[in-house]
């Protein structure tokens, strides 16, 4: 059914009178995107782009297992969670089993703002605080609340910014929000021993830490399903998010039974659409293809190719996990001019951090060898 509409040349136009303005696009001339394949997106023309952006399409762009499940489920019950359904409690069951105890109690929401807003009602119910703590240039999401959590768009009221890499000034915390390698900020690795520091330190004022995975989670980072692995540390809470329904809005957050315990507070927890079971059915496929398809494996194979690649290249820095990788270069001007530059040979990329001089690699998780050596051969025709 796009054929018809691909053809209207004003789509720019009606989208800016019929959407609002704050929304932006990509690239100055924008794209228009009508399908996607794996790791690959085609436009009106049938033009195809090697997608190194989008990492929600985790297990690759219209999986069809994952196409079914949501398709087959959507035929037979879409309802909330106020009846016994198996869907749920199974997905539960196997998302929990991904995480190291005690980190067993799984809540379903819709985005990764909501998991992280929910996260932070957690921590304060639990700790009967208020304070909490970030780091400078996080993003952790679009709500009112989690807007206040995210120095990269704007200086919060409440929360406490903690500069890289410092230990944060805790008084009476309740949380400590990091993201295991942070994204928005430009790919940035903390140092070793860091996070493990820093959640000591949390943890010795009574507060809780929270690692956000909601770009680095499900295997992106390939020595670990999860990011927070690499640091060595075990969260109390854990916010997921993006790749985990594969483009379905999907969202969770995971936790220990303590502090699940402390949110039982005698007001219900109502979420409309979290844990359906189109959501769920759609939950366990992503998880079955990361699996089936060895996906984690692939990413550190394909990560530490590009990586070797990036480190042969006239570039600042190059740095990251599996396929949650940065491309320091010298200028916005130049990382700009870069991303025009793949633009033209095929090849979609994002920029990032507090100069916007990073490249972000961070594509679907079924990237080839070859697509690979193309990017790679592509950059450096373009540096
Ligand atoms: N946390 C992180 C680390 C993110 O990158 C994002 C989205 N970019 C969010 C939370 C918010 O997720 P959503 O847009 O699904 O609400």
Redesign the pocket.
Known sequence: GTSARAARPDIAERRRTAMSRALSLAYSEPLHIVRGEGAYLYDADGRAFLDLVNNVAHVGHCHPRVVEAGARQMAVLNTNTRYLHASVVDYARRLAATFPDPLHVCFFVN??????DLALRLARAHTGRDEVHVLDH??????TS?IGLSPYKAPPERARVTPLWELPAVDRPAAFFA?PIL??AGQVVPPPGYLSAAFEAVRAAGGLCVA?E??TGFGRVGEHFWAFELGGVVPDIV?L??PIGNGHPL?AVVTTPEVAASFLTGMEYFNTFGGNPVSAEIGLAVLDVIEDERLQAHALAMGTRLLDGLRGLNVVDARGHGLFLGVELSSRAEAARVKEGLKARGILISTDGPNEDVLKIKPPLPLSADDCDRFLEALCDVL
């Open positions: 985005s990764g703002s909501e998991a992280n996080a993003y952790h999401g679009h709500l989690t993201e994204g928005c956000d909601v770009q916010t998010g993006k969202g």
